[in-house]
């Protein structure tokens, strides 16, 4: 079947660190991949994604590249800021109908 | 472009009672998702139409949860007798068709509570 393995949280870092959340998945097929931000109080938006092995999706200063031979999506950031605090949640889309599958989601905290 | 609407934002029953919450999606989007998010979870497929079919409902109880999208535009999902493990956020998605690569747009969610 089809699942998201997330890494758990919460994770707290202090501005300018770098982040990685790590996401590993289980389909059938050949899944697009996600990851979703939920910012305090607001719905879910798309922040990147991957379509296909080897493709690399980045949008504000966040990469992830999906690896078929390790089954992961790892999201990073090399420097994050206060504005990042947020659920980050990794998903996948099946190949059929775009039903997805999401992680737990991780809750990222960043402190000045 | 006007986003996902969903109405209520909040709402507390008590159990056996019956709710109902409202979806109305971007304009010209054909697939429509339900979706159940309980606390410390990611979100859960409920349902899943395109256009004024269903696709998918293989996770949708179906003994207390029903979903409607009438003439394929918004869409209701009500649950009767509502449970204490009902609490959750139902988050309504659409996208503009429901191949892998379309992305899918989320409303702020209903917060239900039942106690």
């Known amino acids: 079947g089809n699942s998201v393995t997330q890494m758990e949280g919460p994770v707290t870092l202090s501005e300018e660190a770098f982040l990685t959340i790590n996401c590993t998945y289980t389909a059938t097929g050949y899944p697009s991949l996600f990851w979703y931000v939920q910012y305090p109080g607001e719905g879910l938006q798309l922040l990147l994604k991957?379509?296909?092995?080897?493709d690399k999706g980045s949008n504000k200063g966040f990469e992830a590249t999906y690896r078929k031979e390790t089954t992961s999506f790892h999201l990073e950031k090399g420097s994050v800021q206060v504005s990042d605090s947020a659920v980050y949640f990794c998903?996948?889309?099946?190949?059929?109908?775009?039903?997805?599958?999401f992680g737990t989601g991780t809750s990222l905290t960043v402190i000045p | 472009e006007a986003g996902v609407a969903q109405s209520p934002r909040y709402k507390i029953i008590e159990k056996r009672q019956s709710v109902a919450f409202w979806c109305n999606p971007i304009?010209?989007?054909?697939?429509l998702y339900w979706y159940q998010q309980i606390l410390g979870q990611g979100p859960k497929l409920l349902i899943q139409?395109?256009?004024?079919?269903?696709?998918?409902d293989s996770q949708l109880p179906k003994d207390r949860f029903s979903a409607e999208r009438l003439k394929g535009v918004d869409s209701t999902l009500k649950i009767q007798p509502a449970k204490l493990e009902d609490s959750a956020v139902y988050l309504c998605?659409?996208?503009?068709?429901?191949?892998?690569?379309?992305?899918?747009?989320f409303g702020p969610g209903t917060r239900l509570t039942v106690t």
């Open positions: 139409f395109q256009n004024n079919g269903v696709v998918d």
């Open positions: 304009s010209g989007h054909a697939t």
């Open positions: 998605a659409s996208s503009l068709e429901k191949g892998s690569s379309y992305e899918q747009y």
């Open positions: 991957a379509t296909k092995a080897d």
């Open positions: 998903a996948l889309s099946a190949n059929t109908g775009n039903q997805f599958y």
